[in-house]
Protein backbone atom coordinates (compact mmCIF):
# COMPACT_ATOMS: atom_id res chain seq x y z
CA UNK A 1 0.00 0.00 0.00
CA UNK A 2 0.85 3.61 0.07
CA UNK A 3 3.11 5.16 2.36
CA UNK A 4 2.49 8.46 4.40
CA UNK A 5 5.15 9.24 6.25
CA UNK A 6 5.15 12.00 9.24
CA UNK A 7 7.48 12.87 11.46
CA UNK A 8 8.04 13.84 14.33
CA UNK A 9 5.93 11.41 16.17
CA UNK A 10 6.27 12.30 19.39
CA UNK A 11 7.62 15.79 20.29
CA UNK A 12 7.48 17.87 24.17
CA UNK A 13 7.20 21.69 23.56
CA UNK A 14 7.17 24.22 26.32
CA UNK A 15 3.93 26.53 26.69
CA UNK A 16 4.08 29.30 23.70
CA UNK A 17 6.22 27.82 21.32
CA UNK A 18 5.39 26.59 17.98
CA UNK A 19 5.78 22.98 16.96
CA UNK A 20 5.79 21.93 12.94
CA UNK A 21 4.61 18.33 11.93
CA UNK A 22 5.96 17.10 8.65
CA UNK A 23 3.79 14.93 6.74
CA UNK A 24 4.62 13.30 3.31
CA UNK A 25 3.75 10.79 0.71
CA UNK A 26 6.77 8.39 -0.16
CA UNK A 27 5.44 6.74 -2.92
CA UNK A 28 3.20 8.67 -4.21
CA UNK A 29 1.65 12.15 -5.19
CA UNK A 30 -0.89 14.01 -3.01
CA UNK A 31 -2.53 16.99 -4.22
CA UNK A 32 -4.80 16.56 -1.16
CA UNK A 33 -4.19 15.73 2.58
CA UNK A 34 -5.54 15.68 5.56
CA UNK A 35 -4.67 16.82 9.43
CA UNK A 36 -6.92 15.66 11.92
CA UNK A 37 -6.51 15.49 16.03
CA UNK A 38 -7.58 13.01 18.25
CA UNK A 39 -7.81 12.86 22.06
CA UNK A 40 -7.85 10.09 24.29
CA UNK A 41 -11.11 7.93 23.38
CA UNK A 42 -12.13 10.21 21.00
CA UNK A 43 -12.48 9.92 17.82
CA UNK A 44 -9.94 11.38 14.55
CA UNK A 45 -11.62 15.15 14.46
CA UNK A 46 -10.71 16.73 10.97
CA UNK A 47 -9.19 20.02 11.48
CA UNK A 48 -8.25 21.03 8.31
CA UNK A 49 -7.75 19.98 4.19
CA UNK A 50 -4.47 20.88 2.63
CA UNK A 51 -4.16 21.79 -0.71
CA UNK A 52 -1.48 21.56 -2.94
CA UNK A 53 -0.28 25.54 -4.30
CA UNK A 54 -3.76 26.88 -2.58
CA UNK A 55 -4.78 27.65 0.74
CA UNK A 56 -6.26 24.96 3.17
CA UNK A 57 -9.54 24.86 4.15
CA UNK A 58 -10.18 25.05 7.84
CA UNK A 59 -12.95 22.86 9.28
CA UNK A 60 -15.23 24.78 11.74
CA UNK A 61 -13.80 25.96 15.26
CA UNK A 62 -10.27 25.33 14.06
CA UNK A 63 -7.94 28.35 14.10
CA UNK A 64 -6.28 28.86 11.16
CA UNK A 65 -3.87 31.08 12.64
CA UNK A 66 -3.17 29.06 15.40
CA UNK A 67 -2.79 25.68 13.15
CA UNK A 68 -0.60 26.65 9.99
CA UNK A 69 -0.73 24.56 7.06
CA UNK A 70 1.32 24.83 3.78
CA UNK A 71 0.97 22.46 1.27
CA UNK A 72 4.19 23.70 -1.02
CA UNK A 73 4.81 20.14 -3.12
CA UNK A 74 3.12 17.02 -4.41
CA UNK A 75 4.65 15.16 -1.45
CA UNK A 76 4.67 17.43 1.31
CA UNK A 77 2.33 19.16 3.96
CA UNK A 78 3.06 20.84 6.74
CA UNK A 79 1.31 21.91 10.21
CA UNK A 80 2.47 24.36 11.93
CA UNK A 81 0.96 24.52 15.62
CA UNK A 82 2.00 27.84 16.70
CA UNK A 83 2.08 29.37 20.42
CA UNK A 84 1.11 26.27 21.82
CA UNK A 85 -0.77 25.42 24.96
CA UNK A 86 -1.27 22.40 27.48
CA UNK A 87 -5.05 22.11 25.84
CA UNK A 88 -3.08 21.70 22.57
CA UNK A 89 -1.61 18.68 24.04
CA UNK A 90 -2.88 16.24 21.42
CA UNK A 91 -2.50 13.11 18.66
CA UNK A 92 -2.04 14.91 15.25
CA UNK A 93 -2.38 12.72 11.93
CA UNK A 94 -2.32 13.15 8.62
CA UNK A 95 -3.96 11.38 5.91
CA UNK A 96 -3.78 10.89 1.81
CA UNK A 97 -5.74 9.06 -0.06
CA UNK A 98 -5.40 6.86 -3.33
CA UNK A 99 -8.40 5.90 -4.89
CA UNK A 100 -11.05 5.96 -1.97
CA UNK A 101 -8.36 4.20 0.93
CA UNK A 102 -7.01 6.67 3.18
CA UNK A 103 -3.34 6.29 4.13
CA UNK A 104 -2.43 7.80 7.39
CA UNK A 105 0.82 8.67 8.66
CA UNK A 106 2.50 7.36 12.00
CA UNK A 107 0.71 10.72 13.71
CA UNK A 108 2.41 12.91 16.02
CA UNK A 109 2.03 13.29 19.87
CA UNK A 110 2.46 16.49 21.55
CA UNK A 111 2.65 17.00 24.87
CA UNK A 112 3.00 21.00 25.59
CA UNK A 113 4.19 21.93 28.96
CA UNK B 1 -26.68 13.42 17.08
CA UNK B 2 -23.29 12.38 16.07
CA UNK B 3 -22.78 11.61 12.22
CA UNK B 4 -21.25 8.49 12.92
CA UNK B 5 -21.81 6.20 16.47
CA UNK B 6 -20.51 3.48 17.44
CA UNK B 7 -20.66 1.54 20.51
CA UNK B 8 -17.61 2.30 22.88
CA UNK B 9 -16.82 -0.54 24.36
CA UNK B 10 -14.63 -2.08 25.55
CA UNK B 11 -15.97 -5.74 24.62
CA UNK B 12 -14.04 -8.07 26.38
CA UNK B 13 -14.22 -11.65 24.55
CA UNK B 14 -12.02 -14.91 25.21
CA UNK B 15 -10.24 -16.42 22.52
CA UNK B 16 -12.07 -17.85 19.95
CA UNK B 17 -15.38 -15.78 20.62
CA UNK B 18 -17.46 -14.29 17.87
CA UNK B 19 -18.16 -10.09 18.67
CA UNK B 20 -19.91 -8.20 16.22
CA UNK B 21 -19.73 -4.27 15.99
CA UNK B 22 -22.07 -2.26 15.22
CA UNK B 23 -22.21 1.50 13.63
CA UNK B 24 -25.14 4.14 12.62
CA UNK B 25 -24.62 6.51 10.42
CA UNK B 26 -26.50 10.06 10.16
CA UNK B 27 -26.50 11.45 6.13
CA UNK B 28 -28.17 9.05 3.95
CA UNK B 29 -26.22 10.36 1.08
CA UNK B 30 -23.38 8.91 2.48
CA UNK B 31 -20.94 6.72 -0.54
CA UNK B 32 -18.77 4.40 1.17
CA UNK B 33 -18.02 2.81 3.98
CA UNK B 34 -14.92 1.30 5.96
CA UNK B 35 -13.27 -0.42 9.31
CA UNK B 36 -10.44 0.51 9.93
CA UNK B 37 -8.40 -1.03 12.88
CA UNK B 38 -6.63 1.25 15.38
CA UNK B 39 -3.69 0.17 17.75
CA UNK B 40 -3.13 1.91 20.99
CA UNK B 41 -1.65 5.54 20.17
CA UNK B 42 -0.88 4.07 16.71
CA UNK B 43 -2.09 5.37 13.32
CA UNK B 44 -5.74 3.77 11.73
CA UNK B 45 -5.23 1.11 9.13
CA UNK B 46 -8.24 0.20 6.76
CA UNK B 47 -9.59 -2.68 7.56
CA UNK B 48 -11.66 -3.65 5.06
CA UNK B 49 -14.16 -1.86 2.67
CA UNK B 50 -17.52 -2.45 3.06
CA UNK B 51 -20.19 -2.76 0.33
CA UNK B 52 -24.11 -3.25 -0.16
CA UNK B 53 -23.78 -7.42 -0.78
CA UNK B 54 -21.69 -7.56 2.10
CA UNK B 55 -18.54 -8.82 2.26
CA UNK B 56 -16.29 -10.88 3.84
CA UNK B 57 -12.64 -11.60 4.24
CA UNK B 58 -11.07 -14.16 6.25
CA UNK B 59 -12.74 -14.20 9.96
CA UNK B 60 -13.94 -11.21 9.39
CA UNK B 61 -17.48 -9.95 7.71
CA UNK B 62 -18.67 -6.45 6.61
CA UNK B 63 -22.56 -5.63 6.21
CA UNK B 64 -23.72 -2.45 5.01
CA UNK B 65 -28.25 -1.89 5.24
CA UNK B 66 -28.85 1.37 3.60
CA UNK B 67 -32.06 1.59 4.35
CA UNK B 68 -31.38 1.33 8.21
CA UNK B 69 -28.03 3.83 8.12
CA UNK B 70 -26.60 0.77 9.40
CA UNK B 71 -22.72 -0.82 8.90
CA UNK B 72 -21.69 -3.88 11.40
CA UNK B 73 -18.30 -6.03 11.78
CA UNK B 74 -18.26 -9.45 12.48
CA UNK B 75 -15.01 -11.27 14.10
CA UNK B 76 -15.21 -15.09 13.98
CA UNK B 77 -12.49 -17.02 15.78
CA UNK B 78 -10.95 -13.75 17.74
CA UNK B 79 -7.80 -13.91 18.15
CA UNK B 80 -5.26 -11.83 21.07
CA UNK B 81 -4.04 -9.84 17.90
CA UNK B 82 -7.88 -8.13 17.29
CA UNK B 83 -7.36 -6.61 20.78
CA UNK B 84 -7.89 -3.07 19.17
CA UNK B 85 -10.03 -0.53 18.43
CA UNK B 86 -12.10 -0.33 15.58
CA UNK B 87 -13.32 2.58 13.69
CA UNK B 88 -16.41 2.96 11.38
CA UNK B 89 -15.64 4.72 8.60
CA UNK B 90 -18.37 6.74 6.59
CA UNK B 91 -17.45 8.86 3.21
CA UNK B 92 -20.15 11.72 2.22
CA UNK B 93 -18.58 12.49 -0.80
CA UNK B 94 -17.32 15.66 0.31
CA UNK B 95 -15.93 14.56 3.77
CA UNK B 96 -15.02 11.42 5.92
CA UNK B 97 -15.85 11.27 9.27
CA UNK B 98 -14.55 8.41 11.43
CA UNK B 99 -16.50 7.15 14.33
CA UNK B 100 -14.98 7.41 18.09
CA UNK B 101 -14.28 3.36 17.55
CA UNK B 102 -15.05 0.59 19.69
CA UNK B 103 -12.47 -1.04 21.65
CA UNK B 104 -11.81 -4.91 21.68
CA UNK B 105 -9.70 -7.01 24.39
CA UNK B 106 -9.45 -10.23 23.48
CA UNK B 107 -8.21 -12.63 26.51
CA UNK B 108 -6.39 -16.12 27.18
Known amino acids: GAVVSQHPSWVICKSGTSVKIECRSL??????MFWYRQFPKQSLMLMAT?????????EQGVEKDKFLINHASLTLSTLTVTSAHPEDSSFYIC?????????FGQGTRLTVV | RKEVEQDPGPFNVPEGATVAFNCTYS??????FFWYRQDCRKEPKLLMS???SGNEDGRFTAQLNRASQYISLLIRDSRLSDSATYLC?????????FGAGTRLFVKA
Open chain 1, 95 to 103: SAYVNTEAF
Open chain 1, 27 to 32: DFQATT
Open chain 1, 50 to 58: SNEGSKATY
Open chain 2, 27 to 32: NSASQS
Open chain 2, 50 to 52: VYS
Open chain 2, 89 to 97: VVNTGFKTI
